[in-house]
């Protein structure tokens, strides 16, 4: 006599007691007899109401001897087991990704079947696991019932509320080989690799540039688009990328949240504050190939470029003067407005442009910073000095 003489007249599926056989048949007709008192959640078998229970009183009698983690499942605490011994027994045939649990590889199957069989009712998007689909109604419904206790900030998921509670403790878990960077998360790591690597695998169709990220690609389409999706509230510009906006915030807020250790001046964007250190540092890694000089900014090179090709394409309206720079027409102009907007709070002095007023302040501190090679004579200006120095050369360029 066989040990499982109960068999499904459904699936066949065979058992060895009556019990679990009507147990099972729930399966098969969608009956669930057993409710929650609490919430109303019903069940097909007794066992999953009682674990369920365990969430309204927060019982979880099953602990983690590696790290202490407790679970109100014991099903539960052998799943998160694998986090310490890094089983995974269940692999991709595609692929041969591996995973801890069944439920994930599952998952993972539908990136290769292309399968998103959840659907968002408000837009229409639709994900391969319900869970994603969960987390995407958050965005419609603004719900953010994660919070820090540090800041308050909240989120709607909780794997972001971790992520943010890094920047707090300061925690850079994963470092890079090539170079020994930290980051706070693995998939940042992952993006900094490519630095090295030199991968950029997606091109834009358009042009046919090469993108480390896909994000940066997407970014990237809305200077040929001209799509500025991202709008401000306060002055109504608008950008291509989030971020540009909230960089842009700034310039209403006044927050300047980047400091420089040296000086102590602080800026809007890392990036100012990266090339404002090159004041310090002396660096200036863009080079002119024309004539060699170096400058601290790419932007300061192509201005330099011009005075090699002659290029002039700001042009004054009323005299018709050119100017390779608009910043310096813009400079010209005030000299036809007689505009004099920086004064000597020493003797009231006015000046056109702020660089006279601060070499006309050396006048009074008496600083002459600027020195002979030759003699050892110091001056305030650097013209003075290239003056000076030609009556160590005898070179006289001016003959009347």
Known sequence: MSDKPHSCEVCGYPFARKSNLLSHMTTHTGEKPHICEVCGSSFARKSYLVSHMKTHTGEKPYSCEVCGSSSAQKSTLLIHMKIHTGEKPHSCEVCGSSFALKSNLMTHMKTHTGDKPHSCEVC??????????????????????????????????????????????????????????????????????????????????????????????????????????????????????????LTHMRTHTGDKPHSCDVCGSSFAQKSTLLTHMRTHTGEKPHSCKVCGSSFAQKIHLLRHMKTHTGHKPHFCEICGSSFAQKSNLYKHMKTHKGEKPHSCEVCGSSFTWKSNLMTHIKIHTGDKPLSCEVCSSSFALKSTLLTHIKTHTGEKPHVW
Do not use: Y
Not at 172 to 200: I, N, Q, R, Y
Not at 234 to 241: E, I, K, L, M, W
């Open 124 to 245: 229409g998007s639709s994900f391969a696991s319900k869970s994603t689909l969960l987390r995407h109604m958050k965005t419609h419904t603004g719900e953010k019932p994660h919070s820090c206790d540090v800041c308050v900030s909240s989120f709607a998921q909780k794997s972001t509320l971790l992520r943010h509670i890094k920047t707090h403790t300061g925690e850079k878990p994963h470092s890079c080989k090539v170079c020994g960077s930290s980051f706070a998360e693995k998939s940042t790591l992952l993006h900094h690799m490519k630095t090295h690597t030199g991968d950029k695998p997606h091109s834009c169709e358009v042009c046919g540039s090469s993108f480390a990220w896909k994000s940066t690609l997407l970014h990237h389409m809305n200077t040929h688009t001209g799509h500025k999706p991202h709008s401000c509230d306060v002055c109504g510009s608008s950008f291509a990328q989030k971020s540009t906006l």
